[in-house]
């Protein structure tokens, strides 16, 4: 809309309607400060827009960033007074009317009112938001655009947000009450008040490019410094952790990191930022996982520039003998992973040989980092939870900083995919429920895994990733005396075998760490145990006979389930573990998904939720 539009329109009225379509696009409420800061901030940025003459500017409210569920406030769009070139601003809206630098930071601020949590700089959100935009937007990729981003808080006073203010350059300014006269002159600067409708409209129907996929450029971000933009609460959670490591050494008390998100919200590319940011500042750091197959693919990735570097990626097991504080960082990655050892105990005073995993990370590290989905607990043993986490630095006298990744950028960064597989599989209330199709992630079913296949293949001979994975439903064959797999899946007429179980490349198939990542993995099926922690650009994924729909409800399936791990797991928690499985299989695609159940019902029942089939 333009500005004289947002200007007249009735505040709770368009709050009203920007709540509708969140409810719509994301499956879930807004927030109520969400709603506030429509309400308030809104005609705010309008009244300074009529005031600066940009009467015609088009105005992009609730802007969703190419591949994510970012959002920024506002976009202006328009023609530069000098160039007459398109021009973009970017605008972050803040309520605040007091905040303060974290001490020891510089992009890390708190508000006084609301307590000691950290947020990020609005200068350094909106920055990042620029370069994201740049980065991901095909329509900018020429550098034939001008984009330049502003912060507003217009209930604050330059005195009370006085530490904020030295933080500004040309790709990002902050402006408050105080200085709403020079935000219209540098607003007037930076668009003409021509009518902008063609160039929003060729803004949002532009092309957005592919993530980049982590795997690829981990030893780049490691070693050279890497070209990774970290956003908003990702930031948030790298900052304190460089915070927390300088004055590790000053204080008495150490503090544990615990940093919590969805598939594909940035927990390894946090921990691939520190471990080359710590590396490069001469701190000691090490990266530790519970997955062979992760630790093995990074170990793999990084050792092609450098073979020292790999010796940084271990074990979470690997800590029981470390003397305390030890390491300056320990990032733990996929922490949801962490094994329970029975008989061991999360005091301080138990012996050496009797701390939990946990324990013995925190002990070894002056700053541990936890970085988990409780949503990914896919074994009986493995019990990374917050709450243990809590428990055990609380008994030790440390302090705790939480940070909740809550964006999303895995799945086309649809929040609302992730949200439907959460409803679908009974992860989050209010039941299954009709897929809405989306621009940017496609979610398919498939009649027969025939079909299926077929279409992954045509990805990826159009340069696309794909890969096929499914439930632990079938046993899991040694390859024959000559090397080959044996197609141990069957599903009537369709025969495939699972990917490689070793390390040994075989005909047909790469090692088992490297199914992912290398080209010969699209040939084989992939389990839980390959395909956790890895993303290709298009998913298919089989559900198995081990989890059916019965009536209105999931029922698991014991004798259908194959993994030796599962057997003497209660009912409830096999429910939750299948559960927890599928969805880890079911969130692995950047651009799309395709379905197939192997059970008549519950294939049925997909029916009834996803309207979009793939062509026989």
């Not at 539009?5 to 969140?22: K, N």
């Not at 303060?100 to 508000?111: A, E, I, Q, S, Y």
């Not at 899946?489 to 290398?518: H, K, Y």
Request: charged share 25%; glycine share 8%.
């Amino acid at each position: 809309m333009s500005a004289r539009a947002l200007e007249h329109v009735d505040p709770g009225l368009l709050a009203e309607s920007l709540a509708e379509r969140c409810l719509s696009e994301h499956l879930r409420a807004a927030a109520n400060s969400e709603v506030r800061a429509w309400r308030k901030s809104l005609p705010a940025l309008a009244q300074v827009l009529c005031d600066a003459g940009l009467e015609e500017v088009q105005v992009l409210l609730e802007y969703k960033m190419p591949m994510s569920s970012l959002r920024a406030d506002a976009v202006l769009v328009g023609t530069h007074p000098e160039t007459g070139r398109p021009s973009y601003v970017l605008v972050e809206l803040k309520q605040w009317s007091e905040a303060r630098l974290v001490r020891g930071t510089n992009d890390l601020c708190w508000l006084p009112r609301y307590g000691y949590r950290a947020h990020l700089h609005p200068v350094a959100q909106v920055r990042r938001y620029c370069e994201y935009l740049q980065d991901f937007t095909a329509l900018l990729d020429d550098g034939d655009h001008h984009i330049t981003g502003v912060a507003y808080l217009h209930n604050a006073e330059d005195r009370n947000v006085t530490e904020l203010l030295a933080m500004g350059d040309a790709r990002g300014r902050l402006f408050t009450n105080t200085s709403r006269g020079e935000f219209i002159r540098h607003l007037q600067n930076q668009i003409s008040p021509l009518d902008g409708a063609l160039d929003a409209d060729a803004l949002l129907e532009s092309s957005a490019g592919p993530s980049r996929q982590l795997m690829r450029a981990a030893a780049a971000e490691i070693i050279d410094g890497g070209k990774f933009r970290l956003m908003d609460e990702q930031q948030v959670a790298v900052s304190l952790v460089k915070r927390a490591v300088t004055i590790s050494r000053q204080s008495d008390r150490k503090e544990v990191i615990v940093v919590t998100g969805g598939p594909g919200s940035g927990k390894s590319l946090i921990a691939l930022h520190l471990m080359g940011h710590l590396g490069r500042n001469s701190r000691s750091a090490v990266h530790a996982t519970g997955s062979k197959s992760f630790t093995t693919t990074l170990r793999y990735v990084v050792e092609q520039k450098n073979k020292r570097v790999a010796k940084l990626f271990r074990y979470f097991r690997d800590f029981g003998s470390e003397e305390k504080n030890a390491l300056d960082v320990i990032v733990c990655d996929e922490a949801h992973r962490i094994r329970h050892r029975p008989g061991t105990s999360n005091s301080p005073d138990a012996p050496r040989n009797r701390r939990s995993q946990v324990a013995e990370i925190i002990d070894a590290a002056r700053v541990p980092v936890f970085l988990l989905d409780e949503h990914q607990v896919v074994r009986p043993d493995e019990m990374g939870s917050v709450s243990e986490i809590d428990e055990v630095a609380k008994a030790r006298g440390c302090d705790v900083r939480h940070v909740d990744l809550n964006e999303q950028f895995r799945c086309g960064g649809s929040r609302a995919y992730e949200k439907w597989i959460l409803r679908l599989l009974d992860l989050e209330p209010g039941g299954p429920v009709c897929w809405k199709p989306e621009p940017h992630f496609d979610l398919l079913l498939a009649d027969t895994p025939w079909q299926l296949e077929t279409y992954l293949h045509a990805r990826q001979e159009s340069g696309s990733t794909a890969r096929m994975t499914a439930g632990f439903c079938w046993p899991w064959s040694d390859p024959r005396p000559d090397g080959t797999l044996v197609d141990d899946i069957v599903i009537g007429d369709w025969r495939r075998p699972w990917n490689v179980q070793s390390e040994r490349e075989v005909s047909g198939g790469p090692p088992s760490s490297l199914w992912a990542t290398e080209p010969g993995g699209i040939g084989q099926v992939g389990c839980i145990y390959t395909a956790q922690g890895f993303e290709y650009a298009w998913n298919g994924t089989i559900l198995g006979p081990d989890l059916v729909w019965r009536g209105n409800a999931w029922h698991a399936v014991r004798e259908e389930c194959k993994d030796k791990g599962l057997k003497s797991a209660p009912t409830e928690k096999l429910s939750r573990l299948l559960r927890n499985r599928y969805k880890v299989l079911l969130t692995r695609g950047l651009t799309g998904t395709v379905l197939f159940s192997t059970d008549p019902e519950t294939q049925a029942k997909l029916r009834t939720l996803i309207p979009g089939r793939v062509a026989p």
